[in-house]
């Protein structure tokens, strides 16, 4: 039998992950915005995590491939307003960036130092703006030395 509530919805949409965090979901991302049922089809909105973003094909495919799987009616809309921001990030997400050495973003305009994810210390500096994504930077403590990514407060 086909979920049908938006939280039977939600749950499986739990297992879509971020396709460059590959053990982060969607959800504990920000990028699943809401579900709700709209006549009996699931009416399932994101929102990228900027507008340009190449990983928007894969998820809507993952996306696509768990309702379809559990043959779920639906429909996926892409809301660009708000825009995505990394207080929309839960804390389980955060927890995961650190434990893969990236550091976690910091609430947007509020100005601290970044956290080394590998030490612990604050005496770090910005070695780049540029990371291996658009929403990362580069850093480095100068404690330990070690070079580590930085999620950008966006």
């Known amino acids: 039998m086909a979920p049908s509530t938006v939280v039977d919805v939600e749950e499986l949409l ?58 779920v009616a639906y429909e996926l809309r892409t809301v660009l307003d708000p825009v995505w921001t990394t207080d929309w990030m839960s804390e389980k997400a955060k927890r995961s960036l650190r434990k893969w050495g990236i550091a976690a973003p910091a609430s947007v305009g509020k100005v601290e130092r970044i956290t080394c994810p590998q030490c612990g210390e604050k005496d770090t500096e910005v070695l780049s703006i540029f990371g291996s994504t658009a929403c990362k930077a580069m850093n480095r403590c100068l404690s330990c030395l070690e070079p580590f990514e930085s999620f950008k407060a966006i």
């Open 14 to 71: 739990e297992s879509v992950m971020d396709p460059e965090l590959s053990e982060i979901s969607i959800r504990d991302l920000g990028i699943l915005r809401g579900v709700r049922d709209e006549d009996g089809v699931m009416v399932v909105t994101v929102t990228p995590t900027y507008s340009g973003c190449p990983a928007m094909g894969q998820i809507a495919d993952d996306i696509a491939e768990v309702l379809e799987g559990a043959d």
